[in-house]
């Protein structure tokens, strides 16, 4: 771009609303003094030649811009920005038009040659006279622009581009009376007011206000603080509307736990990822939305999370039973899986469901109560039925009560009074009939569906991809016993001389179980009167047992047998415990007592350190004993005392052994006694203590006891201990 243009140059630029001569141009300049103006030179670049050039800041301004318009350029490379997370779609869309303008304004500088200033404010001119080609969202992202602003923008483009975002909502945001007021408590309380009932208007909410805070409230302002008048209904409308919006989540988390669980809490989308076929199912069940001529159904579904095959069963009653018959039908069409994820619901923590899962070798895994997104998969495949399936076919009552409501206003309020719900809502299937259309569902439509979580393949396709190894059970009779009623819903029982009892009936085992034992039972599906009796841990078979009157048997027959049976097991029993019982006799288990503890024989106790007790009545007790006439000797001591007083020298050929202390326990008195003996036997005397107490501890009961049980005779043996 030239800067110093001659008059013809000028004229040739054919500039709107200016002379298109060089004649005309002339004249303009004469008239208008342009070489007196100071921005008018000799004509340059040129030998020997003559005339003058003129700056351009001498056309007017609306010719100077179109002459300056055609130096603009706009690339669509200009476009290309970062993205950044951390700031809001409005702050984006302010930084990314500043910095387009910044380029922009920097290519039109370089074409011009111009000065940085002196571009940048020819630039915003043109900017504002519409001479920049940008596009729409760039104009309205930036209404103005200035040679000061462009030169702001072009350092913090250098140095920190996000200091180039601006939200003009952010700028105000926090600073209003109900946000300041009473720091912050008005604010709270509104929200709180809100969140106990969602259905107050700001209207509600402003009185309740009103009556907490008063007319007035404490705003916080930059002089301090001043008391302001409460804001009026319109601010308290606005306010709660921008609340919902910031704190919407939060809100909803209080005001409905479930809806938010539903929409707004984060998943962990793939988190049931599994490797092999079978290696995971869902089961869950939900009523149907399709009403029957037998009433209305529940539905339990069954999902492969490798495959994504479902199997679906109606049942009349959500019951243990109906998941032992699904689980049953998938395993004849799947084979066994690993694991099976279900909920706390009573039909699958049976024990039947226990049982059977236990029984075939199946993990059970229980989520978390009151979290169904942990069995997500199972939870959405049940939606899908009630949408795609059940909303087509005759009966569909809705999938919650307003659609119910919905379906009922198809007709007037005086065609459908008095009309029962089978008129109402055309039902024409019966529950056998949607169990076909569930089966022809899950097989024909939802099968050869592209799924998303299979990267858009099938169901069929995956399943039939899988080239690993699939279990599967071969004897389905013993599938159908597993299967079997648990009888009396636990199916434990304890046998008495009655039988088993199950509800009101006996049931009399067939020589597999005795009066006193824990047995597992189960019904025979094919007859009411019989049982199928296992241990009472479900796994060991032991025999049947039948209920004459159930089963049409004679009574007598059957305890006949039952007796024959019982005698049989008890003599295989009684023959062994006879034939151990003769080599046990009463000395057998009085010695095998006495070596059991004989080592605590050698075991000595601690002294113990203490003081003598004393109390009045125990000082009475003392004078009475001391009062008390001795006990007169028998006619044996007697003697033996005069013996031993009549003694006048003692003898000197051997001295008598004596005992440093009496024995305490009845094991070591006798074996005292016996010590004592056994010195007498040798010939050795006894001192006048120990002799008078062994003669007084051999007429003692214990003393006696214990030579019985050695099988001596004690009146034989005992032998008055003597002085020679």
Not at 47 to 65: F, S, T
Not at 588 to 603: L, M, P, S, W
Request: charged fraction near 25%; include cysteine.
């Amino acid at each position: 771009m030239r800067l110093w243009l001659t008059v013809q140059e000028i004229s040739e630029l054919m500039l709107p609303g200016f002379p298109a001569s060089k004649r005309g141009v002339q004249k303009l300049a004469d008239r208008e003094g342009w070489i007196s103006s100071g921005l008018s030179r000799p004509r340059q670049g040129r030998e020997g030649g003559g005339g003058l050039e003129y700056h351009i800041d001498l056309l007017p301004m609306a010719q100077k811009l179109a002459y300056a318009r055609g130096f603009v350029r706009f690339d669509k490379d200009d476009v290309r920005t970062e993205t950044d997370l951390t700031l809001s779609p409005v702050e984006r869309r302010a930084r990314d038009a500043r910095l387009i303008l910044v380029k922009v304004a920097d290519r039109f500088r370089v074409s011009t040659g111009m000065q940085a200033g002196a571009a940048d404010d020819l630039f915003s001119r043109l900017y504002q006279d519409g001479g920049v080609a940008v596009p729409d969202w760039v104009k309205t992202a930036c209404g103005t622009v200035s040679r000061r602003s462009l030169a702001r923008w072009r350092q913090l483009s250098r140095t920190a581009r996000n200091r180039l975002a601006h939200d003009p909502s952010k700028a105000r945001k926090g600073t209003g009376v109900l946000d300041r007021a009473e720091d912050g408590e008005l604010r709270s309380y509104c929200l709180a007011a809100y969140a106990a009932n969602q259905f107050l208007s700001a209207k509600h909410i402003r009185n309740v206000a009103l009556a907490k805070f008063g007319p007035t409230v404490l705003v916080e302002t930059s002089k301090g603080q001043k008391r302001m008048p409460l804001p009026p209904l319109r601010t308290f409308q606005n306010a709660l509307k921008t609340w919902k919006q910031e704190l919407g989540p939060a809100l909803l988390k209080i005001t409905d736990p479930d809806a938010y669980k539903s929409k707004a809490q984060f998943v962990a989308t793939g988190a049931n990822k599994v490797d092999r076929l079978n290696q995971r199912w869902e089961i869950d069940a939900s009523p149907s939305d399709v009403m029957t001529r037998d009433g209305r159904r529940n539905i339990y579904a069954a999902i492969d999370l490798y495959s994504r095959r479902v199997v679906l069963l109606v049942t009349d009653t959500a019951r243990a039973a109906a998941v032992g018959l699904l689980i049953r039908k998938c395993l004849l069409e799947w084979g066994v899986p690993e694991v099976i994820k279900t909920d706390n619901g009573s039909d699958f923590t049976a024990k039947s469901t226990v049982c059977l899962l236990e029984g075939l070798g199946i993990e059970q895994e229980l989520s978390t109560p009151y979290s169904p997104e942990q069995k997500g998969t199972v939870e959405r495949v049940i939606g899908t039925f009630q949408r795609d399936c059940a909303a087509t076919l005759p009966g569909f009552i809705g999938h919650s009560v307003a659609d119910r409501k919905v379906i009922e206003n198809r007709k007037a309020f005086s065609a459908r009074l008095g009309t029962d719900d089978a008129k109402l809502f055309q039902v024409e299937l019966s529950a056998k009939e949607l169990q076909a259309e569930a089966d022809r569902w899950a097989k024909e439509q939802y099968a050869h569906t592209p799924h998303a979580g299979l990267k858009r393949k099938t169901p069929f396709q995956v399943a039939n991809a899988w080239r690993g190894d699939v279990r599967w059970i071969e004897d389905t009779h013993a599938l159908d016993v597993l299967l079997a009623p648990v009888a009396g819903g636990e199916g434990l029982r304890r046998v008495t001389k009655q039988g088993i009892r199950v509800e009101h009936s006996f049931y009399l085992p067939l020589g597999c179980a005795l009066p006193g034992q824990d047995v597992f039972c189960r019904h025979d599906p094919s007859d009411l009167g019989r049982l199928w009796v296992f241990g009472a841990d479900g796994e060991t078979y032991l025999g049947e047992a039948v209920c004459p009157e159930l089963a049409g048997l004679d009574p007598a027959e059957v305890i006949a047998k039952v007796r024959a049976g019982q005698k049989a097991v008890e003599e295989s029993f009684r023959n062994d415990i006879a034939k151990a019982k003769r080599q046990i006799n009463p000395r057998t288990i009085a010695e095998a007592q006495r070596e059991a503890f004989k080592h605590n024989a050698d075991v000595l106790a601690f002294p113990v350190n203490g003081a003598a007790h004393n109390s009045v009545a125990l000082q009475a007790a003392k004078d009475v004993g001391k009062r008390r006439t001795a006990t007169p000797l028998s006619a044996q001591e007697q003697t033996l005392m005069a013996e031993l007083e009549g003694r006048k020298t003692p003898s000197t050929s051997r001295k008598p052994a004596a005992l440093n202390t009496a024995p305490q326990s009845p094991e070591q008195r006798f074996a005292w006694a016996m010590r004592m003996e056994a010195r007498l036997a040798d010939g050795q005397q006894l001192t006048d203590a120990d002799a008078l107490r062994l003669h007084r501890y051999q007429a003692s009961s214990e003393y006696r006891g214990y030579r019985l049980l050695e099988g001596t005779d004690p009146q034989k043996e005992i032998s008055s201990p003597t002085v020679r």
